[in-house]
């Protein structure tokens, strides 16, 4: 198919595409980049300007420290609503705090230091840095060790490796629910079969699943959960992450960082530390009421549009980019790095490539397509469902196709950062 028909028949998908109004809904600063970097940074609805606008000028300059009246249930308010439309979770299970790396910190903590007496945390060698760091570091804390599952670079976890490290020293299993990589999935309800098989806590970080991949904690029974808001739930830089404590646990567990924020009754600042009922005992100092302002605003956009519908486009996205990577990028000396079964693919795809930077830095330099650059070799490019076009994917791999065909890539500072 050449460029032109094959532009024809990705504009007649967006005339098809149920989602096709959400794209309105957010910034587009210029038409002619290409932006498929959402699970790194979502770009921003112009709903979160006019709250970040109404906290600033009306809470903040107007309100003042009357403003906490609102501010002090936000955190709560913005977690009920993250985890009624994104995570499946009952009211009163789910919070916005810290970044997801505290609060990984904190649920594995909590989870550590529940009183089992294990000390063994199971992890990917191949999950995302900041995971494999903290629960090193929290087992070795603890006179114990990680125990390493090596998960398929591409396809991802299987689950039969992962019975085959579990056993009854094992206090907790930490895993990611889509790979930062390779977009793999996990199967979020045999994992935490495994894990309760042998009486060890799961954890799941879904930070590049959460708003691409539908995801039911109850159903498929996680005992905790953490991810990024910043990513496919676009509510900007630094907003503040969720975190999920299933119902009959969040009592069990103390506050794994006794702030006030955790303490009960909190305002008569009492001597001693007592943690908060409920959710709030996973809090820790003051919220950052700015940056969680947009949670809300998104989690409204994706009730209106539907974790399935979301989940139907992305799929029919990264179909269309396989079947165009098939085509056109194999002769080039691409390899596909993502699952081509839809069961096991997330919302990105990740092509590699031995000059995958140098094709990172052209793509954005000379033709404005930002995707990004993963070591070793992997260039990830993420359509979001809500405001990607069809036509930007095909857009994407024609101007990918004459990057490699010019060599400009060849040219470029390779050693140039690209996030
Ligand atoms: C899978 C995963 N987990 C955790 C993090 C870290 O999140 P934060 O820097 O907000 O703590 C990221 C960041 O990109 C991520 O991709």
Redesign the pocket.
């Known amino acids: 198919m050449n460029d032109s028909n094959l532009l024809d028949r990705a504009r007649a998908l967006d005339l098809a595409d149920p989602l096709r109004e959400f794209r309105a809904e957010f910034e587009m600063h210029d038409d002619h980049t290409l932006y498929l970097d959402g699970n790194?940074l979502g770009r921003m609805p112009k709903a979160a300007r006019d709250a970040l606008f109404n906290a600033i000028d009306a809470e903040w300059a107007g309100g003042l420290v009357e403003s906490w009246e609102k501010w002090i249930t936000l955190t709560r308010s913005s977690g009920d609503a993250v985890g009624a439309q994104l995570l499946g979770a009952p009211a009163g299970t789910t919070l916005i705090a810290d970044?997801?790396?505290?609060n990984l910190f904190k649920l594995a903590s909590a989870a550590l230091d529940s009183g089992i007496d294990r000390k063994v945390v199971v992890t990917d060698r191949h999950d995302?840095p900041?995971?494999r760091y903290l629960m090193e570091r929290l087992a070795s804390a603890r006179g114990g060790t990680v125990r390493w599952v090596e998960s398929d670079p591409i396809e991802g976890l299987d689950i039969d490796q992962l019975h085959s490290v579990l056993d009854d020293e094992v206090a907790l299993v930490c895993l990611?629910h889509v790979n930062?990589r390779s977009g793999a999935i996990a199967d979020m309800t045999a994992v935490a079969a495994a894990a309760h098989e042998v009486d060890a806590f799961v954890l799941f970080?879904v930070?590049?699943s959460v708003g691409s991949v539908p995801i039911d904690v109850v159903a498929s029974n996680a005992d905790l959960v953490t991810g990024?808001t910043y990513k496919y739930l676009n509510s900007g830089p630094g907003a503040p992450?969720f975190l999920y404590v299933r119902q009959d646990l969040i009592e069990a567990f103390d506050a794994p960082l006794p702030g006030w924020f955790a303490q009960k009754d909190q305002f008569d600042m009492g001597p001693s530390f007592a943690p908060a009922p409920g959710i709030d005992r996973f809090q820790v100092g003051t919220p950052p009421i700015l940056s969680a302002t947009p949670i809300p605003v998104s989690a409204e956009m994706f009730e209106r549009a539907g974790m399935d519908q979301v989940r139907n486009k992305s799929l029919a996205l990264t179909d269309l980019l396989i079947e165009l990577f098939d085509e056109r990028l194999t002769d080039l000396g691409f390899r596909l790095g993502s699952p081509r079964d839809p069961s096991i693919r997330g919302g990105h795809i990740t092509v590699a490539h031995d000059e995958a930077l140098a094709i990172s830095v052209a793509l954005r330099q000379y033709e404005n397509v930002v995707g990004d650059f993963r070591m070793p070799d992997g260039i990830r490019l993420a359509p979001v469902a809500l405001y990607t076009r069809f036509e930007d994917i095909a857009e994407a791999v024609i101007r990918l196709e004459r990057i490699m065909k010019s060599g400009v890539h060849l040219t470029v500072d390779a050693n140039q950062r690209v996030t």
Do not use: G
């Open positions: 790194s970044s997801t790396s505290v995302f900041t995971d990611s930062y970080d930070s590049h990024c992450a």
